[in-house]
């Protein structure tokens, strides 16, 4: 009865309480308690390892996808938490102006980012005024208002996570995709497209497989560089533990069926292997796209 | 799908409903005739009156006589099926049939629930809710002058919500296709619910592109018989266009809205609200809103943008619902109840500014004892091994036995305390106004440690994963670890008082600045921060991906903790200081307005609020279906959840 009532008095929140009710609690000496948080390897300091690759495909002449990736790690006395920025960007237009727009909106919201980053890097007591979510939302405006300046009329898509220690934040507009990927199989995707098909999709109005073959599946209602008000998707969700974070280009998942991609991913023996192999499948389903993929672990 | 029926013999068989075809009662078999007052339908439903008349049949009101002591009034609508072929008789009743099993098996506010549903020859009958109000049709026409903005605003939200209900429906979307204001019931409460879900449409076979809906709010693509979500956007604008501007489209050329802008006609509709109606009115399909969803936040956002929305909760929330709450018990203290109550071994244990801690019978509310204190106790308490563990404005923290409620032992801080205390792996855990935290060994009753911050900790502190994260009076949040070092803190621009939820990596956490905060809780660094109409002394409830709050503002918000978005927010007539709680599907939260709030926690809808005779600010207590609050007016209450 005591148990019970004491499961259910602390199970509203998670409060360390559990099931040591019949026992005298006396706090445990140092050794002890260093020896209990020893379990499995362990790596120090925790950091991001990522892995990027691209490829033309099979159909195109250049490439106007853009990857960008940053791990940062910081070990020592001080326990700091690694930081990563990973960017994936297809763009689109003619002119040129495809791989001008993906570039210029990868290396702006990364610039920014990252600008807003040094302060702390020099100095981990100085506290960032502004929310994660927030400076999110002001480097992808800015990357909006340089993509327009550089290249008007042209559109790109933008996905970009931010992971600081087990948090990621992803910001997206488009239809590249980040997916979470588990360590034995399985993965979802953690963004939704912003295409006119995916919509119909969603509405019921056509399958998934209707969704695959159907004329206007590039069409995006929403983009970087088009439109005036940009409403990007930006949300925080756990870093997949012991899984990884996938960002691609529609150069991969429009040819490859998901599961295939996360068995490549999780039976390769190293990350850039892993992104070899999804580039790979993805000319062997015959690359009708530029593809790009970024393959990222954190390592505890 | 089974229904149980008593057949006339009086025994109880279950019986699948699409095989039921055997004589019913003593209706009339006659074609076309309208039952009277007085039949009864198979030996149960008593036809009081005729509520509606429709293409295929009448809608009663009847009286259910399996509730003898009480009046049970129920809606019974018909279906006569006049179609002169056996095959498309039979077809009539499949798709009847099949409604009334998607119907059934759904659950929204907004949807009338369906109890009963029989057929006999050529008549079908649906028993549903009963919905005490007026369509939406008869509202116009009875107003004088125009609607105002605010209610139709109200009604348009929550008719999007269950649009977005119906069309995310699995395994098949349920599009409505029927939306006009002869289908928008408004109940007593000032809410919407929608009738008329086809089950008496004809079925018109051989008609070219059967079309089906109601000229004039059907978009161009349901003449082609191809309606989709999208079509109820349509119509949904088209309802909204007429009740803003009285213009009825029936009486206008079809698709000719652009023809009738609404601020021509009714100058108070605002430029925002406008927008979307006419959005939602686009020719093309893919011009307008592509989700119910999307119309649904865009006429948030117009709410929001013109100050409309900040108005619209106050005309639902302050009508009372029919018949008063009554408490299963009460209590009287001698003095204010500010704190929260806490279950424990059959016991209620409630503090009081009377300086008293009282144990509680739960189930009949009797007094089992009360242990005096030397100051205002308006924490709530903790228990332990048959402990209970409050602070007191004494500045002291006692440990009452709870079977006698003597003393055991005290524990000393220099300051009152007015932070709850928190028990974990052998400490209790609290703040005082002396400015530390003191973690406190059970079984000696010594101090640990304690830690020293730079204001008054009234926070209660959160245990997780090893720390303890608590806010102070000066908007400092410190994490600090099981041995009392500091592993990160940060400043808000005023007090942190309310106490802190961490989950998943995250703390939530309010301020006196207005603000929601979401840090992260391994590195203190700001993911996210959400801000309210004014500060915050209210303690954050996690549930279900969405987090609940009050403020000074007056509102209860529920905001996604991924993406820091308000789902909903329920406007009371004065400051949420309380902290909600969560019971199976509803949120309880008391406000300075006197009230203790029984809210959907998905939806955000109202399902009753209790009057007290003074301000609610602690936390209410749901235990075995029974939810207890304190209220300033002395008084610990017993409600039925």
Known sequence: MKKSILSWLHKKKDNSVSAH???????????????????????????????????????????????????????????????????????????????????????????????????????????????????????????????????????????????????????????????????????????????????????????????????????????????????????????????????????????????????????????????????????????????????????? | MAIIRIVSNGQEATLETHKITQPIGNEPEEENVQLVSGTVLVSRYVIQDVIGVGGMGSVYLARDQHFPNVVKLVAIKEMINRAPDALIRKTIVQNFEREANILASI????????????????????????????????????????????????????????????????????????????????????????????????????????????????????????????????????????????????????????????????????????????????????????????????????????????????????IQPQGGIKPLWTFQCEDEIRGGPMYYGGSIYIGSYDHNLYSLNAADGKLIWKYATDGGVVTRPAAFEENIFVGSEDKLLHVVSSRTGKIVWTYYTEGRVHSSPRIAEGHIFFGSDDQRLHAVKLLSGRAAWRFEAPAPIRS????????????????????????????????????????????????????????????????????WRFRMGKGSISSPYLMDGLIFVGSADGNIYAIDIHTAKETWRLKTDHQVNGSPTIYKDALYCGSVDGNLYCIEYKTGRLRWKFASKGPITGTPLVYDDIVYTGSVDHFLYALLA
């Not at chain 1, 073959?213 to 997949?240: M, W």
């Not at chain 1, 999804?278 to 062997?284: I, V």
Request: proline share 6%.
């Open chain 2, 107 to 318: 659950n929204h506010p907004s949807i009338p629930r369906i109890y009963d549903y029989f057929s006999s020859g050529n008549r079908s009958y649906l028993t549903l809710e009963f919905i005490n109000g007026k369509d939406l049709e008869a509202i116009i026409n009875e107003t004088p002058g125009f609607l105002t903005e605010e209610r139709v605003l109200g009604w348009a939200i929550e008719l999007c919500d269950v649009l977005q209900f119906l069309h995310n429906h699995k395994p098949d979307p349920i599009i409505f296709r029927d939306m006009k204001p002869s289908n928008v019931m408004v109940n007593l409460q000032d809410h919407i619910v929608l009738v008329d879900f086809g089950i008496a449409k004809p079925f018109l076979v051989g008609q070219k592109g059967t079309m089906i809906g109601t000229e004039g709010y059907s978009p161009p693509e349901q003449y082609r018989g191809e309606a989709g979500p999208l079509a109820d956007i349509y119509a949904l604008g088209a309802t909204l266009h007429h009740a803003l501007s009285r213009r009825d489209p029936r009486l206008e050329p079809p698709f000719s809205f652009g023809e009738r802008p609404l601020r021509k006609i009714n100058q108070a509709v605002s430029a925002e609200l406008e927008a979307v109606i006419n959005t939602a009115l686009q020719y093309n399909p893919e011009d307008r809103f592509p989700s119910a969803e999307a119309m649904k936040e865009a006429l948030i956002a117009a709410g929001r943008k013109t100050g409309v929305l900040n108005r619209v909760g106050t005309a639902t929330a302050s």
């Open chain 1, 21 to 300: 009710t019949d026992v005298n609690t006396v706090p445990l000496p140092e050794s002890q308690i260093e020896g209990l948080l020893e379990h499995g390897p362990h790596m120090e300091p925790q950091q991001f390892i990522s892995g990027c690759g691209q490829s033309i495909g099979k159909q195109r002449d250049h490439n106007e996808d853009c990857v960008f990736t940053i791990s940062i790690s910081i070990g020592g006395e001080k326990s700091s938490y690694p930081l990563g920025l990973y960017v994936v960007a297809d763009g689109m237009g003619g002119h040129q102006y495809g791989e001008i727009a993906s570039s210029v909106a990868a290396r702006t919201l990364s610039g920014y980012i990252l600008r807003r980053f040094i302060p702390y890097l020099s100095n981990p007591a100085s506290p960032m005024d502004e929310s994660i979510q927030d400076l999110m939302r002001a480097a992808i405006n800015d990357a909006q208002r340089a993509v327009t300046q550089a290249a008007p009329g042209s559109g790109t898509t933008l996905t970009a996570a931010l992971v600081l220690g087990q948090q990621m934040t992803i910001g997206h507009v488009g239809d590249s995709r980040a997916y979470a990927v588990h360590p034995y199989g399985g993965g979802e995707a953690l963004t939704r497209d912003h295409s006119l098909v995916k919509r119909l999709e969603e509405l019921g109005q056509i399958s998934s497989e209707e969704a695959a073959v159907h004329p206007q599946r590039n069409v995006l209602y929403r983009a970087l560089g088009q439109g005036e008000i940009l409403e990007p998707d930006i949300f925080t969700a756990p870093f997949p533990q012991a899984g990884y974070l996938l960002l691609c280009s529609d150069g991969l998942w429009s040819v490859l069926p998901d599961s295939t991609i996360f068995k490549l991913i999780t039976s390769a023996k190293d990350l850039q292997s892993a992104c070899q192999s999804l580039l790979d499948a993805a000319n062997d389903a015959g690359g009708p796209d530029n593809i790009s993929v970024i393959v990222v672990q954190l390592k505890t």
């Open chain 2, 460 to 527: 209660t502190p959160f245990i997780a994963q090893e720390m303890v994260y608590f806010g102070c009076e000066d908007g400092d949040f410190f994490c600090v670890d099981f041995r009392g070092q500091l592993k990160w803190h940060y400043k808000a621009k005023m007090a942190v008082t309310s106490s802190p939820w961490v989950a998943d990596g995250v703390v939530y956490f309010t301020s006196l600045d207005g603000m929601l905060y979401a840090l992260d809780a391994r590195a203190g660094w700001v993911i």
